[in-house]
């Protein structure tokens, strides 16, 4: 990821669009800012959610609450929990989320 021309700004989170995207089950909520090529995204994923596709997508993620399960295209499992992040490439690793209990994530991607 190469930041470019993106001045100074202060993002006031309770102000931004919450979007309603289905998983497979349960429902994520996104708030979603755009800067160039950049995306910054506060994500809460309900209990029991479990994401409706593979992503290839890169992402810097970091779990604020709750507990989120990552599941690896060739079987491997994380689970993050607050105050721990993961990173991954732009079509390295396919990976899908899910959570029992629910989560809020920030994502940059």
Known sequence: ?????????????????????????????????????????????????LADHWCSKGHILLCLEGELHTELKDGRKFVLRPGMSYQVADNAEPHRSSTKTGAKLFVVD
């Open 1 to 49: 990821m190469k930041i470019d021309d993106l001045p100074f700004g202060v993002t006031d989170w309770s102000t931004v669009e919450r979007t309603e995207h289905k998983g497979d089950t349960g429902l994520a909520y996104w708030q979603t800012r755009t800067f160039g090529s950049l995306r910054v995204r506060k994500v809460e994923y309900t209990p029991g959610y």
